[in-house]
Nanobody
Framework: QVQLVESGGGLVQPGGSLRLSCVAS????????MGWYRQAPGKQRELVAS???????NYADSVKGRFTISRDIPKNTVYLQMNSLKPEDTAVYYC?????????????????WGQGTQVTVSS
C-alpha cells in the first residue's frame, strides 16, 4: 500500500515563505513524476509544479519565479519551496506521484494522491 504524506502547510503573511514536503512510503520500486497541485474553494484543482525522475521541472505561470520544486530520490520525497506568497496562493495543496510498487496483484504502476495540506496567505 503506497501512501503520500504531506507536511509544512500553515498560515503565513503576504510576502512570506513556506516549504511543503511530501514523503512516499510503501513497497516502492520506482517513482516517476512527482508534483504539487492545489485547489482553492470553488475552483478546480490545478497543477502547481512537477518534476520528473530526471529532474525536469514544470511550473504554472502563476508561480514561476516564486516557487521551486525539488526532490530527494533516495528519500522518496518531493519539496515545494514557496516564496513571495500572495493571498491568491491560498488553497489546499496536494502531492501527486506516479509510482511503481508491489501490490497484491504484483508490480503495479499507478497514480497516487496525498491527503492535502492547507496553505493560507493572509495578513
Amino acid at each position: 500500500q503506497v501512501q503520500l504524506v504531506e507536511s509544512g502547510g500553515g498560515l503565513v503573511q503576504p510576502g512570506g515563505s513556506l516549504r511543503l514536503s511530501c514523503v512516499a512510503s510503501g513497497r516502492i520500486f520506482n517513482i516517476y513524476t512527482m508534483g504539487w497541485y492545489r485547489q482553492a474553494p470553488g475552483k478546480q484543482r490545478e497543477l502547481v509544479a512537477s518534476i520528473t525522475s530526471g529532474g525536469t521541472t514544470n511550473y504554472a505561470d502563476s508561480v514561476k519565479g516564486r516557487f521551486t520544486i525539488s526532490r530527494d530520490i533516495p528519500k522518496n520525497t518531493v519539496y515545494l519551496q514557496m516564496n513571495s506568497l500572495k493571498p491568491e496562493d491560498t488553497a489546499v495543496y496536494y502531492c501527486n506521484a506516479d509510482i511503481s510498487a508491489l501490490g497484491t496483484m504484483g508490480r503495479v504502476r499507478a497514480n497516487y494522491w496525498g491527503q492535502g495540506t492547507q496553505v493560507t496567505v493572509s495578513s
